[in-house]
Protein backbone atom coordinates (compact mmCIF):
# COMPACT_ATOMS: atom_id res chain seq x y z
CA UNK A 1 0.00 0.00 0.00
CA UNK A 2 1.72 3.50 -1.12
CA UNK A 3 1.65 6.47 1.04
CA UNK A 4 0.69 9.76 -0.04
CA UNK A 5 1.37 13.27 1.36
CA UNK A 6 -1.57 15.73 2.13
CA UNK A 7 -1.19 18.89 4.05
CA UNK A 8 -4.67 19.78 6.65
CA UNK A 9 -4.71 22.97 8.26
CA UNK A 10 -0.83 23.95 7.27
CA UNK A 11 0.37 20.67 8.83
CA UNK A 12 2.05 17.99 6.15
CA UNK A 13 0.32 14.72 7.23
CA UNK A 14 1.19 11.44 5.38
CA UNK A 15 -0.78 9.02 5.02
CA UNK A 16 -1.96 5.38 3.54
CA UNK A 17 -3.46 5.26 0.50
CA UNK A 18 -7.33 4.23 1.45
CA UNK A 19 -7.33 6.03 4.32
CA UNK A 20 -10.06 8.55 5.13
CA UNK A 21 -9.53 12.60 5.42
CA UNK A 22 -11.23 11.69 8.89
CA UNK A 23 -8.28 8.87 9.42
CA UNK A 24 -5.45 11.11 8.59
CA UNK A 25 -6.22 13.83 10.48
CA UNK A 26 -6.36 11.70 13.70
CA UNK A 27 -3.77 9.93 12.67
CA UNK A 28 -1.81 13.55 13.03
CA UNK A 29 -3.11 14.37 16.12
CA UNK A 30 -5.83 16.92 14.64
CA UNK A 31 -9.28 17.06 16.13
CA UNK A 32 -12.22 16.91 13.42
CA UNK A 33 -15.40 16.89 15.59
CA UNK A 34 -18.03 13.66 14.22
CA UNK A 35 -20.83 11.89 16.05
CA UNK A 36 -21.40 8.90 13.61
CA UNK A 37 -18.36 7.99 12.82
CA UNK A 38 -16.93 4.70 14.45
CA UNK A 39 -13.78 2.93 13.03
CA UNK A 40 -15.55 -0.24 12.88
CA UNK A 41 -18.05 1.04 11.02
CA UNK A 42 -18.64 1.48 7.02
CA UNK A 43 -18.95 5.55 6.27
CA UNK A 44 -22.14 6.93 6.93
CA UNK A 45 -21.92 10.84 6.70
CA UNK A 46 -25.29 11.39 9.01
CA UNK A 47 -24.36 13.97 11.28
CA UNK A 48 -21.90 16.01 8.66
CA UNK A 49 -20.31 17.78 11.91
CA UNK A 50 -16.90 16.45 10.58
CA UNK A 51 -17.54 18.65 7.07
CA UNK A 52 -14.40 20.13 5.76
CA UNK A 53 -13.07 22.48 2.85
CA UNK A 54 -10.39 20.11 0.65
CA UNK A 55 -8.63 21.58 -2.40
CA UNK A 56 -7.62 19.17 -4.97
CA UNK A 57 -6.02 20.74 -8.27
CA UNK A 58 -7.10 24.43 -7.50
CA UNK A 59 -10.38 23.22 -7.18
CA UNK A 60 -12.18 23.90 -3.39
CA UNK A 61 -15.24 22.30 -2.34
CA UNK A 62 -16.66 20.85 1.05
CA UNK A 63 -17.03 17.10 1.94
CA UNK A 64 -17.18 15.19 4.99
CA UNK A 65 -13.84 13.57 6.03
CA UNK A 66 -15.23 10.30 7.26
CA UNK A 67 -15.83 9.84 3.35
CA UNK A 68 -13.16 11.86 1.42
CA UNK A 69 -10.23 9.67 0.52
CA UNK A 70 -6.76 11.16 0.76
CA UNK A 71 -5.08 11.99 -2.15
CA UNK A 72 -1.69 13.21 -3.39
CA UNK A 73 -0.92 16.79 -2.50
CA UNK A 74 -4.98 17.46 -1.22
CA UNK A 75 -5.23 20.53 0.77
CA UNK A 76 -7.79 20.08 3.62
CA UNK A 77 -8.74 23.20 5.99
CA UNK A 78 -11.11 21.98 8.91
CA UNK A 79 -12.00 25.19 11.21
CA UNK A 80 -12.62 27.56 8.22
CA UNK A 81 -15.09 30.44 9.44
CA UNK A 82 -18.30 29.12 6.96
CA UNK A 83 -17.44 25.24 8.50
CA UNK A 84 -17.66 26.65 11.96
CA UNK A 85 -21.17 27.90 11.02
CA UNK A 86 -22.15 24.81 9.52
CA UNK A 87 -21.23 22.63 11.91
CA UNK A 88 -23.39 25.78 14.77
CA UNK A 89 -25.97 25.04 12.94
CA UNK A 90 -26.01 21.67 12.90
CA UNK A 91 -25.81 20.94 16.43
CA UNK A 92 -28.09 23.64 17.18
CA UNK A 93 -31.12 21.48 15.26
CA UNK A 94 -29.69 18.23 16.72
CA UNK A 95 -29.80 19.84 20.18
CA UNK A 96 -33.48 20.53 19.42
CA UNK A 97 -33.86 16.89 19.26
CA UNK A 98 -31.68 15.99 22.60
CA UNK A 99 -31.00 19.27 24.39
CA UNK A 100 -29.69 17.01 27.11
CA UNK A 101 -27.38 15.12 25.12
CA UNK A 102 -24.08 15.88 26.92
CA UNK A 103 -22.11 15.13 24.21
CA UNK A 104 -23.85 17.28 22.10
CA UNK A 105 -23.45 20.46 24.82
CA UNK A 106 -19.99 19.65 24.54
CA UNK A 107 -19.74 20.36 21.35
CA UNK A 108 -22.44 23.47 21.68
CA UNK A 109 -19.83 24.87 24.16
CA UNK A 110 -17.12 24.66 21.30
CA UNK A 111 -19.18 26.10 18.39
CA UNK A 112 -21.25 28.37 20.56
CA UNK A 113 -24.86 26.57 19.38
CA UNK A 114 -28.02 27.75 20.82
CA UNK A 115 -29.42 25.00 22.38
CA UNK A 116 -32.81 26.82 22.16
CA UNK A 117 -32.71 28.51 18.77
CA UNK A 118 -34.87 25.92 17.00
CA UNK A 119 -38.47 24.38 18.92
CA UNK A 120 -38.03 20.89 20.21
CA UNK A 121 -39.00 18.57 18.69
CA UNK A 122 -37.97 15.76 21.90
CA UNK A 123 -37.30 12.55 19.78
CA UNK A 124 -34.03 12.09 21.81
CA UNK A 125 -32.58 10.68 18.53
CA UNK A 126 -30.29 12.37 15.91
CA UNK A 127 -29.96 9.34 13.53
CA UNK A 128 -26.88 8.86 13.34
CA UNK A 129 -27.28 5.83 12.80
CA UNK A 130 -24.48 4.24 15.30
CA UNK A 131 -26.63 1.71 17.40
CA UNK A 132 -28.50 -0.19 13.64
CA UNK A 133 -25.39 -0.33 11.55
CA UNK A 134 -23.02 -1.79 14.39
CA UNK A 135 -25.76 -4.23 15.47
CA UNK A 136 -25.95 -5.07 11.61
CA UNK A 137 -22.88 -4.24 10.41
CA UNK A 138 -20.53 -5.82 13.53
CA UNK A 139 -22.61 -7.99 15.58
CA UNK A 140 -24.92 -9.14 12.31
CA UNK A 141 -28.20 -9.63 14.05
CA UNK A 142 -30.21 -6.58 13.18
CA UNK A 143 -31.90 -5.97 15.86
CA UNK A 144 -32.39 -2.59 15.91
CA UNK A 145 -33.26 -0.71 13.02
CA UNK A 146 -34.83 2.61 11.38
CA UNK A 147 -38.75 2.31 10.66
CA UNK A 148 -40.96 5.35 9.12
CA UNK A 149 -39.07 8.46 6.98
CA UNK A 150 -38.75 12.14 7.35
CA UNK A 151 -39.51 13.41 10.54
CA UNK A 152 -40.86 10.18 12.19
CA UNK A 153 -37.92 8.40 11.78
CA UNK A 154 -36.87 6.46 14.58
CA UNK A 155 -34.73 3.73 16.08
CA UNK A 156 -37.07 0.21 16.89
CA UNK A 157 -36.04 -2.87 18.31
CA UNK A 158 -36.82 -6.08 16.99
CA UNK A 159 -38.90 -7.97 19.96
CA UNK A 160 -38.57 -10.98 19.08
CA UNK A 161 -34.64 -10.14 19.27
CA UNK A 162 -34.66 -8.41 22.30
CA UNK A 163 -34.74 -10.93 24.73
CA UNK A 164 -32.54 -13.94 23.25
CA UNK A 165 -29.88 -11.06 21.74
CA UNK A 166 -29.66 -7.64 22.89
CA UNK A 167 -30.21 -8.66 26.56
CA UNK A 168 -26.54 -10.37 26.59
CA UNK A 169 -24.90 -7.79 24.13
CA UNK A 170 -25.96 -4.12 24.82
CA UNK A 171 -22.92 -3.07 22.70
CA UNK A 172 -24.50 -0.44 21.13
CA UNK A 173 -25.35 1.08 24.21
CA UNK A 174 -21.90 2.99 25.11
CA UNK A 175 -22.16 4.57 21.58
CA UNK A 176 -25.76 6.11 21.58
CA UNK A 177 -24.15 10.27 21.36
CA UNK A 178 -28.06 11.11 23.11
CA UNK A 179 -27.83 8.72 25.78
CA UNK A 180 -31.30 7.08 24.88
CA UNK A 181 -31.21 4.28 23.57
CA UNK A 182 -31.14 2.78 26.97
CA UNK A 183 -34.62 3.82 27.02
CA UNK A 184 -35.42 2.54 23.60
CA UNK A 185 -34.44 -0.81 24.60
CA UNK A 186 -36.31 -1.27 27.80
CA UNK A 187 -39.51 -0.24 26.53
CA UNK A 188 -38.66 -2.58 23.79
CA UNK A 189 -37.78 -5.05 26.67
CA UNK A 190 -40.88 -4.67 28.69
CA UNK A 191 -42.99 -5.68 25.63
CA UNK A 192 -41.05 -8.77 25.31
CA UNK A 193 -41.29 -9.96 28.87
CA UNK A 194 -43.43 -7.57 30.95
CA UNK A 195 -42.27 -6.84 34.74
CA UNK A 196 -43.86 -8.64 37.60
CA UNK A 197 -45.01 -5.57 38.95
CA UNK A 198 -46.23 -4.38 35.84
CA UNK A 199 -48.53 -7.68 35.16
CA UNK A 200 -50.01 -7.37 38.27
CA UNK A 201 -50.76 -4.02 38.30
CA UNK A 202 -52.72 -5.13 34.33
CA UNK A 203 -54.55 -7.96 36.39
CA UNK A 204 -56.59 -5.22 38.92
Same mark, same amino acid.
Given at each position: ?5 L ?23 I ?15 ? /??? =???? $?????? *? +???? !?? #? ?36 L ?19 ? /??? =???? $?????? *? +???? !?? #????S ?7 F ?8 C ?28 S ?9
Open positions: MGVVTTIDDKEVKANEGMTVLEAAQSAGKIPTLCHHEKLAPYTA /CRL =CMVE $VEARGR *V +KLDT !AC #SSPVKENLVVRTKTEEINKIRKTLLELMLSHAPDSREQEYAKEYGADKNRFEKEASF /CIH =CGLC $VRYCAE *V +KQKF !AV #SFINGVNREISNPELVSTEWKCKECFPLCPTEALQAAYVLAESLVSPPSFQSESAE
